[in-house]
């Protein structure tokens, strides 16, 4: 047995690959992710800020907007989302919480019959949105960090709002408020990691990216025309551990840059992911 095939053959649980995608996050417009509290400004709805008063943009509303704009995408991939809802998805994953009690005993059982069945079962009863970004029987594939801002404007803005009642369309006596805002052209690098990705978790996650890159929204208030942001200068690096170059290479070097091979142009690289998936599913339904 050679090296490499031994060290692939240790399991489904270690790392074996991992793909990095960095980018830098504009925002186009003003933005907010909400406190839940009141602003610094003393207005009623505060920005999430760190200790010294910037703005924090959190890897999990990043992941959260990431995860829905895949949900949106995965039709046209001819791949499964549950929605977290199967009655409103039509589709089986134990991600969705009454779904998932109804067949846990089944689970159980094909635990009990061994490593190969448990793994099976779970790759029957989780969609693939959810064997992305993790469900209640699977860890997630994929995780984003925060991101970490390069410019901002160094001040908050605070906008008024009202309460509109639905039936008469006009705002409700004595129910103004005010709300918090960071103004347009923030500025957040971040990365987004993806370990041991088959070819849909590929074309998936780069349908996404191709998304973000043409101009998405994230945040509250984005009805009303907050939180519009596009990725650019986005960079893809990637690690294979069965090449026993690279994976000396990842475990030796001391700096984060030098650990991961680049790509080269991510947009190639998603595209023909893209076009492999498609062209998989225009096969299938040919049959």
Known sequence: MTNDTAYAGRGDFGLHSRTRVTAALVFETAWRIGSGREGETMSDLGVVRDPGGQPVLPGSSLKGRLRSTCEALAYALDLDACMLDREASGVDCVSDVGYYRNVREDYRKASQQGLESRLQWIDDHTCDVCKLFGSPVQAGRLRVSDGTL??????????????????????????????????????????????????????????????????????????????????????????????????????????????????????????????????????????
């Open 150 to 287: 390069r410019e901002w404007a160094a001040v908050v803005q605070v906008r008024d709002g009202v309460v509109i009642d639905r039936d008469s369309h006009t705002a409700v006596d004595g129910l103004k408020y005010d709300y918090e805002v960071v103004p347009p052209s923030s500025r957040f690098d971040l990365h987004i990691d993806l370990e041991n990705a088959d070819d849909q978790n590929l074309a998936l996650l780069g349908a996404a990216l191709f998304e973000w890159h043409a101009g998405s929204s994230i945040g509250g208030f984005t009805s009303r025309g907050l939180g519009r942001f596009h990725l650019k200068d986005i960079e893809l690096s990637r690690v294979d551990l069965s090449d026993p170059t690279q994976r000396v290479r990842f475990l030796t070097a001391t700096c984060a840059d030098q650990r991961l091979v680049n790509l080269g142009d991510w947009e190639s690289y998603f595209a023909k992911r893209i076009e492999q998936q498609v062209a998989l599913a225009a096969g299938a339904e040919e049959d």
